[in-house]
């Protein structure tokens, strides 16, 4: 996988890359305790996740993933 650090501006800070096994690749649960792992600066930050596909970016929230 690879994510993007955005700032308040929209601007990229900062690149990385990182593996997530296919049986987890679902849960936003992991996905957000791995990505405040892999960028250290967000652990005591909150967050939002987005996917980009097809050219455009979805915001993910805990209810597309099936999570409460």
Known sequence: MKAYLLGK????KEIRRF????????????LSKKVSAVFSN????AFN???KG???M???E???FGVM
Do not use: I, R, T
Request: aromatic share 12%; charged share 25%; proline share 3%.
């Open 19 to 30: 593996a997530v096994d296919q049986e987890v690749s679902c849960s936003f649960e992991y």
């Open 9 to 12: 501006d929209e601007q990229v």
């Open 58 to 60: 979805e915001e993910l």
């Open 62 to 64: 805990p209810v597309n």
């Open 42 to 45: 967000l652990s005591s930050s």
């Open 54 to 56: 097809e050219g455009h």
């Open 49 to 51: 996740l987005f996917y």
